[in-house]
């Protein structure tokens, strides 16, 4: 008994120790538990903005909140006054991460949010960020702190698109039931707690049930049962009725607000997919056009023509040489087609076409079985040049999208590529050339441009004064230049390559390629618009009409006083997104009986 007793008295301690150790475990299993659930919520609350929200204040407080419980004050009206106002802000909508990034920068004005006149995106860090630029895809400069309401910034040419392309809802009638059934599933658990009004209540459960069995039913208005119209006058008058009674605002509140926030939700998920799927259609080549050049391809090793020798007026600098970058057969065929149409003397004339190697041997084969009057067309693989120091992956023109917030604007503007500066080294034979981009349609003669005084100056063509150099402060550095100068716009450009040579232009654009690319942001835009700085010759406006892939609003009458129609922007005319309007005066030019169109049935 006595050693029983020992065994005994010693084993309390060790049950005591042991229900101590299973405490502990349980409180650490509860606290694991606990610790992410509120790291959640502090999330899904926005406690990352500490100075917004005081959450480290309120956990910095927690202790000495318990201890000074017994001693709160009562909630005075200033208190409860400071309280309503912070629920409201932290209600009120969100805005762009953009817009609160920039507001700091550009100052606040009286409403505590700044909106600036014009900003810009900064330019990418590296020179391969520019890769994916070409003809077909358009660079934006700037759209931040944008609206709702400025789609036209946020989105380009896709809003115009879609305003001019806006089809009647062919399920309106269905979404107009669905939205009644949600506004009388709020207002239903209210009526039904009212007295006095049993018979209402079940009139609203019957035209509940009614749409509900509809719409199970039904997916489009053609699916919908007649005297359609009858039922949503029904319930329109029962929403109508019971709004008129007074209910708990509370249910109904917070059902309308998640019929806004969805509806919301669904809308800005449908314009941005509606969006991304337009610049995708605008990046793409279409499929007719992709089946052109395969078919042109394998009829060229099949045949394998042979050129004629036409060195002669290749090198012949008293012709008038047109130079061509481009990519897209059709393109380049309408450019040249409609030049030498309107051209007094076309025997005069020679077209070099720059391409890539995927599309050399369809251009060679296009331009092989298609005659263009008297001109001469050559067309040449960039990849077999020597340009050695020359950037090829970005060869063809530049587009860039230009968004003025304080003028609810978008300007499209065309600059050179990194391989316009090696002409001089791929025609060191010509004194003077003329540049036309693949998205241009000539309505008169060119010959008067080879007589333009150019006055000791390096190059002719377009000043775009709608966007002046001080907008895109952003692409250049420490360069010198006048901000108010106009921006040189490339699709039709007269270039003295004498001059250009004695002034060493390429070197020029390569050392501003440098200074950008030592200042840490290897951006070739910069280069670009301040190389011909002080250099251009400016050509009346009567000359180009810009606008014809992005503008609705250009008048008839501007397009025939045109000399020269400039399809600049998203919507070229060999797409089907391309404005219809606009697209006859290109199509003109088209040789629609050429077999390999109708074999790939090419009809922009």
């Not at 009644?180 to 207002?187: E, F, I, S, T």
């Not at 065929?333 to 020679?350: D, F, G, P």
């Not at 600059?415 to 316009?420: I, K």
Request: proline letters at 4%; hydrophobic letters at 40%.
């Amino acid at each position: 008994m006595k050693g029983g007793g020992i065994s005994s008295y010693n084993a309390m301690p060790g049950k005591r120790r042991w229900s101590w150790l299973v405490i502990a475990v349980l409180g650490l299993v509860l606290l694991s538990m606990l610790v992410p659930l509120a790291f959640l919520l502090g999330l899904h609350n926005g406690f990352h903005s500490v100075a917004n929200t005081g959450y480290a204040n309120e956990q910095r407080s927690s202790a000495s909140s318990k201890k000074d419980a017994a001693f709160a004050s009562p909630i005075t009206k200033e208190g409860l006054s400071s309280r309503v106002d912070g629920l409201l802000k932290n209600l009120e909508p969100s805005l762009p991460k953009d817009f609160r990034r920039h507001s700091v920068k550009e100052g606040e004005n009286k409403t505590g949010i700044s909106v600036p006149t014009q900003v810009l995106n900064p330019p990418p860090k590296r020179l391969n960020d520019e890769v994916d630029l070409s003809t077909e895809v358009i660079k934006t400069v700037k759209v931040i702190g944008e609206s709702e309401k400025m789609c036209e910034l946020k989105f380009g040419s896709y809003c115009l698109w879609r305003q001019q392309h806006r089809e009647k809802m062919k399920d309106f009638l269905v979404k107009k039931m669905k939205d009644q059934l949600y506004v009388a599933r709020a207002y239903y658990p209210s009526i039904a707690k009212l007295q006095n009004l049993n018979q209402f209540s079940l009139e609203m459960k019957q035209n509940i049930q009614e749409f509900e069995r509809i719409l199970s039913e039904s997916s489009s208005d053609t699916e919908l049962p007649p005297q359609v119209e009858k039922k949503l006058q029904k319930m329109e008058t029962t929403i109508t009725k019971a709004k008129s009674h007074t209910v708990d605002c509370n249910n109904v509140d917070k059902k309308l607000r998640q019929l806004v926030d969805l509806t919301e939700d669904e809308a800005n998920f449908h314009m941005k997919q509606s969006a991304f799927l337009y610049q995708l259609a605008v990046q793409t080549t279409p499929k007719s056009l992709h089946c052109l050049s395969m078919r042109l391809t394998v009829e060229y090793f099949k045949t394998s023509p042979i050129d004629a020798d036409v060195s002669e007026l290749l090198l012949n600098p008293e012709l008038l040489h047109y130079v061509i970058f481009s990519n897209n057969v059709l393109a380049s065929s309408v450019v040249i087609n409609s030049t030498v149409m309107h051209a007094k003397a076309s025997k005069k004339q020679v077209f070099h076409v720059l391409t890539d190697k995927q599309s050399f041997f369809s251009m060679k084969m296009w331009f092989f079985t298609n005659n263009y009057k008297d001109a001469t067309v050559e067309v040449l693989n960039i990849e077999d040049l020597n340009l050695q120091g020359h950037d090829r992956s970005m060869w063809v023109p530049q587009e860039l999208r230009v968004s003025f917030l304080s003028k609810s604007k978008t300007e499209y503007i065309s600059v050179f590529s990194h391989l316009h500066y090696a002409l001089p080294k791929i025609f060191p034979s010509l004194t003077k050339i003329i540049i036309l981009d693949d998205d241009i349609v000539v309505q008169r003669d060119l010959s008067a441009l080879w007589g333009l005084d150019m006055g000791g100056k390096v190059i002719g063509g377009l000043q775009f004064c709608n966007v002046k150099l001080g907008a895109l402060h952003g692409y250049f550095g420490k360069e010198k230049y006048n901000p108010n100068s106009c921006i040189l716009m490339s699709g039709l450009n007269v270039i003295d390559l004498v001059r250009w040579r004695e002034l060493d232009i390429t070197k020029t654009y390569q050392s501003l390629l440098q200074q950008r690319e030592r200042e840490g942001s290897g951006v070739g835009v910069g280069g670009m618009l301040l190389s011909f700085e002080g250099l251009v010759v400016g050509i009346d406006e009567r000359w180009v009409l810009s606008g014809l892939g992005h503008n609705y609003g250009i008048s008839k009458e501007a397009i025939n006083k045109a000399a020269v129609l400039h399809f600049n922007g998203n919507m070229k005319p060999w797409l089907e997104l391309g404005i219809p309007g606009y697209k006859v005066y290109w199509r003109r030019f088209l040789n629609r009986e050429n077999r390999f169109l109708s074999d790939c049935n090419v009809n922009p």
